[in-house]
């Protein structure tokens, strides 16, 4: 019987309880300081427990997936604690596109990809001495908005880099990456691509809570004046949206190009979940600043369901459920290599 095993964060336990939901096997990879907390779980069959989750690399843990026949669901945890190339030498098979994930992490890629996919991204800008407009400074890799910071010009950029560094946030020979600020109302759009039935299912929308920028605007400007701190993007919990109807074709037609750039330029291209994550504007115009190529937190908001899918689906389907499913059609048709790398 197939498995399904992740690492114990993120949205595992939506994947594993979902997996569950499809009658398959669930594994738990789980360090140590949080065995108490999933053993809460009875829908988690097996506990893995390792030191660190790059033990997923090691003989042992991967003997135990192997022997299940276990399929690894890929979230933010391993992308923000694992390089790429420790990622594409994982031998048990990730559910997804495991070389996209080299995309996701690195900004350049990332941007790359987001423009072959004529998402509308904002402009970065290469140099702080061309700050002009307010900007937003972005650390490599899924840092989850941590030591970001805004600025409005040079002076601005080194004073606030700089007080990051002294800090500890951010390191002195890190590589920063700048773009224009974009305002408007956040929206994170979830995707599910499935290329055995060659769809482009829409999952739904969610908004995150970023501390302490959402603190800070809690306060009064003349308090907010007086701050010294740095106010960073540190990802605290997401709540649910729902779009205007008539956003949703243009949200299709993002998913869409976006699946379409993947295959041309990452093979076999943007299978299983995504999110492209941007703002609207006044003119209810999006503006993309980031994607993510497998399952995002955000998620777990709809573990029971969420809006979109009730249209698709006739019982309760979340993200980690519609994967599990996916998993049993494509064991089931013989068509694991179309799912999974
Ligand atoms: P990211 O790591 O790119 O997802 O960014 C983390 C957070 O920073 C996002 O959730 C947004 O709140 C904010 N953010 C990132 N890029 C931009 C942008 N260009 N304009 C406005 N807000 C942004």
């Known amino acids: 019987m197939t498995a399904i095993a992740t690492l114990g964060s993120h949205c595992s336990l939506q ?45 042992k843990c991967r003997s135990v997936l192997e022997q299940n026949d276990a399929v690894l669901i890929p979230h933010g945890t391993l992308i923000a604690q694992m390089s ?14 495991k070389w996209i994930l080299r995309w996701e992490s690195d900004r350049e890629m990332k941007e790359k990809l987001m423009r072959e996919a004529s998402l509308p991204v904002p402009k970065p800008v290469t140099n702080p001495k061309d700050i002009n407009k307010l900007v937003i400074v972005k650390r490599q890799g899924a840092a989850g908005g941590k030591g970001y910071f805004m600025a409005s010009n040079e002076d601005d950029y080194n004073k606030k880099r700089d007080q990051l560094i002294s800090e500890g946030t ?28 060659e769809e482009l299912e829409f999952f739904g929308v969610d908004q995150r809570h970023e501390s302490d920028i959402e603190g800070l605007a809690r306060i009064p400007s003349e308090q ?12 605290i919990g997401n709540s649910p949206l729902v779009l205007r109807e008539s956003l949703l074709d243009e949200v299709y037609v993002m998913g869409e190009n976006f699946v379409e750039a993947s295959k ?17 504007d006044e003119n209810a115009r999006f503006t993309s600043f980031e994607f993510s190529a497998r399952i995002v937190a955000g998620s777990n908001i709809y573990m029971d369901g969420s809006p979109y899918y009730s249209l698709l689906f006739n019982e309760s389907m979340s993200m980690g459920r519609r994967i599990a499913m996916e998993v049993k059609t494509g064991v089931e048709t013989n068509q694991m290599d179309k799912i999974t790398t």
């Not at 790429?84 to 596109?97: A, L, M, Q, R, V």
């Not at 002195?172 to 055995?196: C, H, N, R, W």
């Not at 907010?224 to 990802?235: D, I, M, T």
């Not at 041309?264 to 609207?280: D, L, T």
């Open 15 to 59: 994947v594993l309880k979902g997996a569950k939901d499809e009658g398959l096997k669930t594994i738990l990879i789980c360090e140590k300081k949080r065995e108490r907390l999933y053993r809460r779980f009875p829908f988690i069959d097996e506990l893995v427990i390792v030191d660190s989750f790059k033990d997923v690399l090691e003989q």
């Open 84 to 97: 790429s190339e420790e990622i594409e030498s994982i031998k048990t098979p990730i559910f997804g596109n």
């Open 170 to 197: 951010i390191s002195k020979d890190e590589t920063l990456y700048i773009q224009e600020y974009a305002a408007g109302v956040l929206a994170y759009l979830q995707f599910f691509y499935s290329p055995l039935k």
């Open 264 to 280: 041309r330029i990452v093979a076999p291209g943007m299978n299983g979940p995504f999110c492209i994550e941007g703002v609207y």
């Open 224 to 235: 907010q004046l007086k701050s010294k701190k740095v106010p960073s993007f540190n990802v």
